[in-house]
């Protein structure tokens, strides 16, 4: 059975900084991850999607790595902003879940102005 | 066209009503599924639905919820007899490919 986990559970920052989310999964076996932006009280926003086959993407401020062998995929941001805010979730599609996103539990991400 | 829609946004019921959550897929999608995200909780799959076959119902926490879903259009998730532990948002995705991409999801609170 996948499973998911992001470290740290909470992370608060002041404006500029840049930082790194974290995620583990058991199951390498999978087909692609991707990460989501959730604000509070909204549904999920798909901020990047890495295929199996990939080792990173980027959008603007934000990239996303990979290491499938190790099951291990960071989500970096660069010159935080207040708008940053959100919780971030990491999701695996297969690794023994077949056609389901596997979630981790998510880090909430504060940036102080 | 529009992304993944669902009604009501939020909704306050009595325990031991029944209600009923709808979604509406992004057309073209032939995959549709239903999580749930208890307070404090990851998202915790529910029910999967991919065009005329199946559905993958093995994420039902208990035989009070039920799904359906027309063809490859709208789904209906059904809970029985709500009781308090039912609390939560209900998100709905849609895929068509390799991305699944979200609802804004139904707050659920059962008194």
């Known amino acids: 059975k996948q499973e998911v986990t992001q470290i740290p559970a909470a992370l608060s920052v002041p404006e500029g900084e840049n930082l790194v989310l974290n995620c583990s999964f058991t199951?390498?076996?999978?087909?692609?991850l991707q990460w989501f932006r959730q604000d509070p009280g909204k549904g999920l926003t798909s901020l990047l999607l890495i295929q199996s086959s990939q080792r990173e993407q980027t959008s603007g401020r934000l990239n996303a790595s990979l290491d499938k062998s190790s099951g291990r995929s960071t989500l970096y941001i660069a010159a935080s902003q207040p708008g940053d805010s959100a919780t971030y979730l990491c999701?695996?599609?297969?690794?023994?879940?077949?056609?389901?996103?596997?979630f981790g539990k998510g880090t909430l991400l504060t940036v102080n102005p | 066209g529009a992304g993944v829609s669902q009604s009501p946004s939020n909704k306050v019921t009595e325990k031991g009503k029944d209600v009923e959550l709808r979604c509406d897929p992004i057309s073209g999608h032939t995959a549709l599924y239903w999580y749930r995200q208890r307070l404090g909780q990851g998202l915790e799959f529910l029910i999967y639905f991919q065009g005329n076959s199946a559905p993958d119902k093995s994420g039902l926490p208990s035989d009070r919820f039920s799904a359906e879903r027309t063809g490859e259009s709208v789904s209906t998730l059904t809970i029985q007899r709500t009781q308090q532990e039912d609390s939560a948002v209900y998100l709905c995705a849609s895929s068509g490919f390799n991305e699944q991409f979200f609802g804004p999801g139904t707050r659920l609170t059962v008194l």
């Open positions: 199951d390498s076996a999978i087909y692609n």
């Open positions: 999701a695996v599609w297969g690794g023994g879940s077949n056609y389901k996103l596997t």
